[in-house]
């Protein structure tokens, strides 16, 4: 190396670019393999499925999907009459049978009201722990029962109810168990600490309880979209313009839902869906992660125009 190379940064910036793309397409090929045994889709009936917050977005698709395949179907939500609506159309239009369990997931009464009905089936096949929410707001605006309620609906009810539909589904060596966490999960995200850590929380808890039961019939996948259009930013406070942003960057529910089937058929126990989502993760795993938060969180933040109000 001559005397005028080792003064000039560039080879050394151009050998960790290098070097960042290379540990990062190692992350996203490792995330992306086939990691366990598939689950076959169409239900050989009876079998049930079960989907928290099928009342819209994410969770209104993979209800449509699954009774399209054959299951009869667990409603869960809130809002109960948006609920009973989709049950008739599903029953008038796969023939399945269709029950509504209006429940809000952060009540430990409504909770085992599901935990009840789930374990005292003998057809519980699938389950869709995909009910959840944002903030908009920042981390210190929160109360104490914001808090709580976002920690139980995403980590105690999915973590319950995956407790309570295990027994049936290895005796019957046959289920899947789909928690939706999200891109967010792996970023340590400023503006969005809470939803960040607990999707976090929710991939980490799916991948290890899928490795634990591998080979025994049952499947675990963490569904981690991105930016998608459904209620969700709208539900949170984000302005109404927030789809607008970034528009490369948003997918459909359809889309998303249609890998994570997909994904459950090739024993893909981490699903991100969409090319952008997965470039985002494998960027995640180099040095530039920094940069690619602080992006996100500016971003965020200009779109809020809001500044924290402290109490
Ligand atoms: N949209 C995105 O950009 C995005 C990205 C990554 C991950 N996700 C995740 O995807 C999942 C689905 O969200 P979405 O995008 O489809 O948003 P959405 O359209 O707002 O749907 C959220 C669903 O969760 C239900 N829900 C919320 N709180 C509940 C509670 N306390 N008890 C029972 N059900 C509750 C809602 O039903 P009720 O209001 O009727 O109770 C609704 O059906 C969430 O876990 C979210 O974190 C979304």
Redesign the pocket.
């Known amino acids: 190396m001559s005397k005028k190379d080792s003064h000039d940064p560039a080879w050394l910036t151009t050998l960790g670019l290098l070097a960042g793309a290379a540990a990062g397409y190692l992350a996203w090929h490792k995330l992306n393999q086939t990691a366990g045994p598939s689950f076959r889709l169409r239900s050989r009936r009876p079998e049930t499925a079960v989907v928290?917050?099928?009342?819209?977005?994410?969770?209104?698709?993979y209800a449509r999907k699954l009774a399209s395949l054959g299951y009869d179907l667990v409603l869960?939500?809130?809002?109960?009459d948006?609920?009973r609506t989709m049950a008739t159309e599903l029953t008038e239009g796969h023939g399945v049978h269709t029950e509504v369990l209006a429940?809000?997931?952060?009540?430990e009464r409504?909770l085992q009201r599901l935990e009840d009905r789930i374990v005292h089936s003998d057809s519980m096949t699938v389950l869709v722990?995909?009910?959840?929410?944002?903030y908009s707001r920042d981390f210190v605006e929160l109360s104490p029962e914001e808090i709580d309620?976002l920690l139980?609906?995403?980590l105690r009810?999915s973590v319950r109810l995956s407790r309570a539909v295990l027994p049936g589904f290895l005796q019957r060596s046959r289920g899947a168990i789909v928690n939706?966490?999200?891109?967010?999960g792996f970023m340590a995200l400023p503006g969005a600490e809470l939803?960040a850590a607990s999707?976090g929380f929710l991939t980490t808890f799916s991948r290890a309880l899928g490795r634990q039961w591998a080979g025994s019939g049952v499947v675990v996948q963490a569904?981690?979209?991105?930016?998608?259009?459904?209620?969700?930013?709208?539900?949170?406070g984000y302005p109404s313009d927030t789809g607008a942003r970034w528009p490369w960057a948003?997918m459909s529910?359809r889309e998303?839902v249609e890998d994570s089937l997909a994904g459950l058929e090739l024993g893909r126990s981490v699903v991100i869906p969409g090319a952008v989502n997965q470039a985002c993760v494998a960027i995640l795993a180099t040095p530039l992660e920094g940069v690619l938060n602080s992006l996100i969180s500016r971003r965020r933040r200009s779109g809020l125009q809001q500044k924290p109000v402290l109490h």
């Open positions: 928290t917050g099928a009342s819209s977005g994410i969770g209104a698709v869960v939500a809130r809002r109960e948006r609920l429940a809000d997931l952060a009540l409504d722990n995909n009910a959840g929410f944002g309620r139980d609906v995403h009810a939706v966490s999200s891109l967010a939803y999707k569904l981690c979209p991105g930016l998608t259009r459904t209620e969700f930013h709208q539900a949170a948003w529910a998303v």
